[in-house]
C-alpha cells in the first residue's frame, strides 16, 4: 500500500514539479500542466477508495483531500451536479520583479478556482493532500518535498520558450509577478513596465553544438 502512494502520487507529484521550474509558456487552460495535474487529482482522490475509507470521513478530516476530490471529478465530468463544488485549473507563469534587476522566472503556478473555496495553488494543496495519507499509513520519505523554484536569474524582459512537447496550442499565456520581501515571502506586484517576450523552441536540427537553444521570437498574447 506504501508503494502503490509513492508510485501513484508521490513520484506524479514530484515529475510534476520538476515540470514547472521549467521556463516554459503553456496555454492557461489546455496542457500537459492540466493534464497530469487532473491526473493527479485522481489517483489522490482513489487513495481513499484503495483503503476503504469512506469518502465523506477523509473529506471533513482534510480540506485539501476534499478538493483535490473536486479537482478530479470535475475533470473526469466537468460541470458537477453540486455546483459549489465547481472548478477549473489554469496556468500562470509566475515572476518575480525587482526595480533594479528586472524579471526572474519563479515557476508556472497550478492554480485551483474553486467555487467555494476561491482560488488555491494546486501543488501545495497536493502536497498536503498527500502527506495526509503519508501520516495515516504512518510512513514518511528520506527526502524533503518542496514546490521548487527557478534559478537566481533577472533579465530586463520576462521571458518564456514554448515548447509543442508540453503544449500542443498555444494563443495566451498567463503572467502573475511578485516582489521578494525580507522574510522570503512573496506579495503580487504590479510592475510600471513589463516587457514579455516568448521564444519558440526550434526543432532538433536547428540546436546549437551542446545542445542549447537558439530561441527564436514569437508573437503570442500574455494575460495579466
Not at 485539501?64 to 478530479?72: F, G, I, K, Q
Not at 520558450?161 to 506579495?187: D, H, S, V, W
Not at 551542446?210 to 503570442?220: C, I, L, N, S, T
Request: net charge neutral.
Amino acid at each position: 500500500m506504501t508503494l502503490r502512494l509513492i508510485n501513484d502520487v508521490i513520484k506524479p507529484w514530484e515529475e510534476l514539479n520538476a515540470l514547472l521550474v521549467q521556463r516554459f509558456a503553456f496555454q492557461p487552460d489546455l496542457s500537459d500542466v492540466t493534464r497530469l495535474a487532473s491526473a493527479l487529482a485522481v489517483s489522490i482522490k482513489h487513495q481513499a477508495d484503495l483503503r476503504g475509507v469512506p469518502r465523506n470521513e477523509v473529506d471533513s478530516a482534510s480540506d485539501e483531500n476534499r478538493l483535490m476530490s473536486d479537482v478530479a471529478d470535475a475533470a473526469k465530468h466537468g460541470q458537477l451536479r453540486d455546483s459549489s463544488r465547481d472548478n477549473k485549473l489554469y496556468v500562470a507563469s509566475c515572476f518575480e520583479y525587482a526595480a533594479n534587476r528586472g524579471f526572474r522566472f519563479i515557476r508556472n503556478s497550478v492554480t485551483i478556482a474553486h467555487a467555494n473555496s476561491g482560488e488555491k495553488d494546486f501543488m501545495a494543496t497536493a502536497l498536503v493532500a498527500a502527506q495526509y495519507w503519508m501520516n495515516k499509513l504512518g510512513f514518511s520519505l528520506n527526502r524533503t518535498l518542496a514546490i521548487g523554484e527557478g534559478p537566481d536569474e533577472f533579465f530586463p524582459t520576462a521571458r518564456l520558450y514554448f515548447n509543442p512537447k508540453y503544449c500542443i496550442n498555444m494563443a495566451q499565456t498567463r503572467l502573475k509577478f511578485f516582489e521578494k520581501m525580507t522574510n522570503g515571502n512573496y506579495q503580487p506586484v504590479d510592475p510600471p513596465e513589463v516587457k514579455f517576450e516568448v521564444f519558440e523552441i526550434p526543432e532538433a536540427s536547428n540546436l546549437t553544438q551542446g545542445g542549447a537553444d537558439r530561441p527564436q521570437a514569437a508573437g503570442r498574447s500574455p494575460e495579466r
